[in-house]
T-cell receptor
């Protein structure tokens, strides 16, 4: 069974500094996709970044980058130059393309707090 | 990016009544829609997956007779919570994936249900 593990319930970072949110995954399927979502207090899920299992390079989207280490089965999110608006819950998720529906499986999340 | 709307954004109902939540894809055809449930400070748990024109596939432990899902068109899915009880109070989030939007899964803003 597929599984996503986020071991950091909460993280603090100083404004303008970089922060890494950890995510490890487990799957036996060679084809999968990894996602990071941000959920502010309003509840909406905001897509941040995607990494495919066959992608050769680490994904980047603006201040977000994904440190993909396939052998270690980790997909950590790096946020550079943190801003106060980055304070939110962050969820790592995986889609197993081998599944018929391609459902997203979510980790428990990490609450990021950015300090001024 | 693609937009998914949910209505209502919040609802309060009395125990024993039924509540319908609508999920619409506004600018793409959603061939697959997902319904999630999120309790406070917890992750998203998939309740069911529906494909347009066919019956929903429910996750283990989710009562199909209590949570009725209809995916009647490529832009609309509804979740009806029948005979609601206080323990059904939660944040319900729909998500859609479909033609023309690639691998991404777009989330609605969520509906906060409170059963009194």
């Amino acid at each position: 069974a597929q599984k996503i593990t986020q071991t950091q319930p909460g993280m603090f970072v100083q404004e303008k500094e970089a922060v890494t949110l950890d995510c490890t995954y487990d799957t036996s399927d060679p084809s999968y996709g990894l996602f990071w979502y941000k959920q502010p207090s309003s509840g909406e899920m905001i897509f941040l970044i995607y990494q495919g299992s066959y992608d050769q390079q680490n994904a980047t989207e603006g201040r977000y980058s994904l440190n993909f280490q396939k052998a270690r089965k980790s997909a950590n999110l790096v946020i550079s130059a943190s801003q106060l608006g980055d304070s939110a819950m962050y969820f790592c998720a995986m889609r197993d393309w081998g599944g018929s529906q391609g459902n997203l499986i979510f980790g428990k999340g990490t609450k990021l707090s950015v300090k001024p | 990016g693609a937009v998914v709307s949910q209505h209502p954004s919040w609802v309060i109902c009395k125990s024993g009544t039924s509540v319908k939540i609508e999920c619409r894809s506004l600018d793409f055809q959603a061939t697959t829609m997902f319904w999630y449930r999120q309790f406070p400070k917890q992750s998203l748990m998939l309740m069911a997956t529906s494909n347009e024109g066919s019956k929903a596939t429910y996750e283990q432990g989710v009562e199909k007779d209590k949570f009725l899902i209809n995916h009647a068109s490529l832009t609309l899915s509804t979740l009806t919570v029948t005979s609601a009880h206080p323990e059904d109070s939660s944040f319900y989030i729909c998500s859609a994936r479909g033609a023309g939007v690639g691998y991404e899964q777009y989330f609605g803003p969520g509906t906060r249900l409170t059963v009194t």
